[in-house]
């Protein structure tokens, strides 16, 4: 017999308002517009000498911590290759073709992804997550699942598994 144990927080603990457009199919651009993103986090592991897998109020913590930092931004992938993004003093400059946005530096959350889809954001919040796990608590999961939702029944799932010897 195999056990699998997991720990799930999440949706209303974690809600992130941020304004956002992507690139797609390779050459058009979406207006600018905003989400109530919600994340979801689960963590699986064996059960540790407390006979759980990872404190729920520790995991709240942490996620919370992330999406903190991302809520009531502007979300600006920094890697995408046809959107460019300057830095000048104060203020952040996005454009793409003939459109151009200029955003206060203190309202913007510079991402180093290339799209700021529900993807994406699901595997930023992951890595973060998963380095402040290891830097808090020594410890790795097993798996990490991130799932953002950017409106009601519409979402994405990044998953991260430790790599089996």
Same mark, same amino acid.
């Given at each position: ?22 690139? *797609?199919?390779?050459?058009? %651009?979406?207006? +600018?517009?905003?989400? @109530?993103?919600? #994340? ?62 200029? *955003?206060?530096?203190?309202? %913007?959350?510079? +991402?180093?992804?290339? @799209?700021?889809? #529900? ?47």
């Amino acid at each position: 017999m195999t056990e699998r144990y997991r720990v799930r927080v999440g949706h209303d603990n974690f809600i992130f308002s941020c304004g956002h457009f992507i690139s *797609f199919a390779g050459h058009q %651009c979406e207006k +600018l517009h905003g989400h @109530n993103y919600r #994340a979801t986090v689960e963590v699986d592991g064996p059960l540790g000498e407390d006979w759980y897998v990872f404190d729920f109020v520790a995991l709240k913590r942490l996620t919370l911590a992330i999406t903190n930092e991302l809520d009531h931004h502007m979300l600006v992938a920094t890697k995408n290759p046809v959107i460019h993004v300057t830095g000048t003093g104060d203020a952040v400059e996005v454009s793409y073709k003939e459109r151009r946005w200029v *955003f206060p530096r203190g309202d %913007c959350v510079l +991402l180093d992804i290339e @799209n700021t889809t #529900a993807e994406l954001l699901a595997k930023f919040i992951a890595g973060r997550l998963l380095e402040a796990i290891a830097r808090e608590f020594g410890l790795t999961p097993v798996r990490l699942s991130v799932e953002v939702e950017e409106n009601v029944g519409q979402s994405a799932v990044y998953e991260w598994r430790q790599d089996y010897v």
